[in-house]
């Protein structure tokens, strides 16, 4: 069974830039999850995405924004690229929404503004 | 406000040594345990999980972990660590099926041949 993927590994920008992100969810997964890992801050939720809506968004500003396709992928915008957007953006997914269900995390996507 | 707190943020063990891995959290209503842990240049990957039943729960690679209520801790054990457990260790909740996960800052392990 093919694991979480998510496209590009790297990405380098410049500030005020936009940078899209791409992530594929397990087969038969319909929620799909987005979290920052940056240096000293730890992993904190983004967006939260299921069967296409938008679940629930963490305390980022409206630039980091995204969807989720028919076909469950989704993609994470952040437009006006700030320096501090420098981190690694993990994608995660889980199955329909009942309890106990874990989140299985893909490699992430490593994003440099300079 | 929902939160996890990790206290021990570097971790030094010679293998052989105990590990034991402090997490508290703070969340209103029922809650969902989870400790990932991250290998070096790996994906976040699940080493256990507790959302009902018995408190104590046991998974991956001989690490268990005990959900006590009364102390609101979820804290993560190993009777004897490896060299290979060296990795970043989160500990993370939820509280409603399907859920974000709020993660604690995570702890790092070096275990020492």
């Known amino acids: 069974e093919a694991g979480v993927t998510q496209s590009p590994t790297h990405l380098i920008k410049t500030r005020g830039q936009q940078a899209t992100l791409r992530c594929s969810p397990i087969s038969g997964h319909t929620s799909v999850y987005w979290y920052q890992q940056a240096l000293g801050l730890g992993l904190q939720f983004l967006l939260w995405?299921?069967?296409?809506?938008?679940?629930n968004r963490g305390n980022f500003p409206p630039r980091f924004s995204g969807r989720q396709f028919p076909n469950y992928s989704s993609e994470l915008n952040v437009n006006a690229l700030e320096l501090e957007d420098s981190a690694l953006y993990l994608c995660?997914?889980?199955?329909?929404?009942?309890?106990?269900?874990?989140?299985?995390f893909g490699p992430g996507t490593r994003l440099t503004v300079l | 406000a929902q939160s996890v707190s990790q206290h021990n943020h570097h971790v030094i063990l010679s293998e052989a040594a105990s590990l034991e891995l402090g997490c508290n959290y703070s969340?209103?209503?029922?809650?969902?345990l989870f400790w990932y842990v991250q290998y070096p240049g790996q994906h976040l990957q699940l080493l256990l999980k507790y959302f009902s039943g018995d408190p104590l729960v046991k998974g991956i690679k001989g690490f268990e972990a005990e959900f006590i209520k009364s102390k609101f801790s979820f804290n993560l054990r190993k009777p004897s660590v490896q060299w290979s457990d060296t990795a970043e260790y989160f500990c993370a909740a939820n509280n409603n099926a399907g859920n974000m996960l709020t993660f604690g800052g995570g702890t790092r392990l070096m275990v020492k041949p």
């Open positions: 995660a997914s889980s199955l329909a929404l009942r309890r106990g269900n874990e989140q299985f």
């Open positions: 969340y209103g209503g029922t809650v969902n």
């Open positions: 995405y299921d069967e296409g809506e938008e679940r």
